[in-house]
Nanobody, 120 residues
Framework: QLQLVESGGALVQAGGSLRLSCVAS????????IGWFRQAPGKEREGVSCISRSGGSTNYADSVKGRFIISRDNAKKTVYLQMNSLKPEDTGDYFCAACVVDTMYAYDYWGQGTQVTVSS
């Protein structure tokens, strides 16, 4: 059974850092790019970052470039999102999904998400 489990969300002050984790199971993890997506209250879900199967290629939304770092550990079937210099506009529910790096297109299977709240 395909499963994606996100964790690491929290309430943090602006300027702070968080690291999100996405643990996958039920599919051949290293065959897929995996990415992070977020949905702010009242807004559509948007792509944040995507990493290729090997980890050699990454893509970031302009709004997070230079602040967020995506990485993966294929042995642990886990993708991480290190979020630094957080801003209130980073607030939202964060989800991981299989994705295409170049376009950050997300395959339509989602975990339950993890909530990030950045206070000003």
């Amino acid at each position: 059974q395909l499963q994606l489990v996100e964790s690491g969300g929290a309430l943090v002050q602006a300027g702070g850092s968080l690291r999100l984790s996405c643990v996958a199971s039920g599919f051949t993890f290293h065959y897929y790019g995996i990415g992070w997506f977020r949905q702010a209250p009242g807004k559509e879900r948007e792509g944040v970052s995507c990493i290729s199967r090997s980890g050699g290629s990454t893509n970031y939304a302009d709004s997070v470039k230079g602040r967020f770092i995506i990485s993966r550990d294929n042995a642990k079937k886990t993708v991480y999102l290190q979020m630094n210099s957080l801003k209130p506009e980073d607030t939202g529910d964060y989800f991981c999904a299989a994705c295409v790096v170049d376009t950050m297109y997300a395959y339509d299977y989602w975990g339950q998400g993890t909530q990030v709240t950045v206070s000003s």
